[in-house]
């Protein structure tokens, strides 16, 4: 069942939509984090700078994530001391399936598979610092998935504990 697993780069506007449902399935419906939209589109102004990837199973969008591009990056709310390195970019709203939905997909299949399109889109926008503010939870998922995160700094509050991180490309794609 996983080799219908695939990820693509979202680059038309339907693909895009496709990523922004999701979102606010699972930021406005499931864990309400943010406000429900009459459109169901979870969106802000950080994606107007960012690409995002979407993992679709046959035909049907299942996971999405997207990468900021900066030069603002969302995690400078959190962290507005913290100096940015040059060119840095910034993983967020990773949007993973549910635990029921685990009866079907295994979720580090579908990570991986993330994962695998958030390395074409590091090595599309140039191979620089990629960062994120993430569970301690899913760090150790992405582990068993091939991808490491080298902690850099303080835990935040971000709709719980999350820590800054800095991927380190010591994945099986390299």
Wanted: hydrophobic content about 35%; some cysteine; glycine content about 4%.
């Amino acid at each position: 069942m996983t080799s219908a697993l695939r990820y693509e780069m979202a680059l038309t506007p339907e693909q895009i939509d496709a990523c922004y449902h999701l979102r606010h399935r699972v930021y406005a419906e499931e864990r309400p984090w943010e406000p429900t939209d009459l459109a169901e589109l979870e969106k802000d102004a950080y994606d107007r700078k960012s690409a995002h990837v979407l993992v679709l199973w046959h035909s049907h969008p299942i996971a999405t994530a997207r990468l900021c591009l900066g030069p603002r990056l969302p995690l400078q709310k959190y962290l507005p001391e913290y100096e940015l390195p040059e060119g840095a970019m910034e993983i967020g709203r990773l949007c993973i399936p549910s635990p029921k939905v685990e009866q079907i997909f295994r979720r580090v299949e579908v990570i991986k598979c993330l994962a695998e399109g958030f390395e074409t889109l590091r090595q599309y926008y140039g191979d620089r610092n990629v960062l994120t503010l993430m569970r301690p939870a899913l760090t150790r998922v992405l582990n068993r998935a091939g991808y490491t995160y080298e902690k850099l700094g303080p835990s935040v509050d971000s709709d719980g504990m999350r820590w800054l991180m800095k991927y380190r490309n010591t994945s099986v794609l390299k």
